[in-house]
């Protein structure tokens, strides 16, 4: 079964870039939807991008992104990324990739047609003023 594991976060300058990436381990990605979620502390863990190779509309962000971060993968890799661009503070957070399991119990997040109930570890970004 899919194991994911995140990378490339770190400390950024706001307007400073990051490209995070997830490595998968256990499967073939190339069809699955995979989604990148963040948590802040004190806040709930937020949705920040899709990517669904079926569907016509193949990423999908959350207005509060749109424009800044892109999603996109490298198949004979198995690794999905997420390009962060003119990052702001308040992006600082946890950041995990995320998929579905049908192992998994719990039923999870269901947003933009996909299904999310695991998450890799997480890594962190920080962006400061």
């Known amino acids: 079964q899919v194991q994911l594991v995140e990378a490339g976060g770190g400390s950024v300058r706001a307007g400073g870039s990051l490209r995070l990436s997830c490595g998968a381990s256990g499967a073939t990605i190339s069809n699955y939807c995979m989604g990148w979620f963040r948590q802040a502390p004190g806040k709930e863990r937020e949705w920040v991008a899709r990517d669904l190779p079926s569907s016509s509309r193949r990423t999908v962000y959350p207005d509060s992104v749109e424009g800044r971060f892109s999603v996109s993968r490298d198949n004979a890799k198995n690794t999905v990324y997420l390009q962060m661009n003119n990052l702001k503070p308040e992006d600082t957070a946890m950041y995990y990739c995320?998929?579905?399991?049908?192992?998994?119990?719990?039923?999870?997040?269901?947003?933009?047609?996909?299904?999310?109930?695991?998450w890799g570890p997480g890594t962190q970004v920080t962006v400061s003023l």
């Open positions: 995320a998929t579905y399991r049908a192992s998994v119990s719990e039923r999870g997040v269901s947003t933009m047609g996909c299904r999310f109930n695991y």
